[in-house]
């Protein structure tokens, strides 16, 4: 019995494991552990896999090493400005769509949209801290239904 109880929790971690695996992944960047807690759970609710970074070289470690299909940033990052995060996601060719988080006024966040434009990177319109649980996961979800995440 015991042999076929061990047996099975490891077919059904396997199982986990495998659709993890096949869920989009999410690089959820903010300096803030709670919010990055918080970011992640609303992520898993809208079926993502999310990774956190706690910081500009973290993020930029993750980036490097790891194929992500959605990002959510946040625009203070201690030291870092999001916008640096944003040019360094130009200058390695991200793809992934990125949700901005925020607690910047509007003219901050207009001016960070226009950069993030014309550097030609798939920004969608930001959500505001403190974060709305309800607001984000429908920005989430909607990236995700625009959104091809096959992975090969």
Known sequence: MLGQASSREAQDAGQIAAHAASL???LVIDDDNLHR?????VAVK?????VGAGDYEEAAELVRTTAFDCITLDLSLG?????EMLRHLRKIGCKAPIVIITG???ATCRETLRV???LDLKVSE????PVDIAVLRYALERVRSRTN???A
């Open 126 to 129: 930001p959500v505001a801290k």
């Open 104 to 106: 910047s006024d509007g």
């Open 46 to 50: 809208a079926g993502y896999e999310p």
């Open 149 to 151: 995440f096959a992975r």
């Open 37 to 41: 807690m918080i970011i992640s759970r």
């Open 24 to 26: 989009p992944r999410l």
């Open 79 to 83: 030291e870092h400005a999001g916008i």
């Open 116 to 118: 993030a434009k014309s």
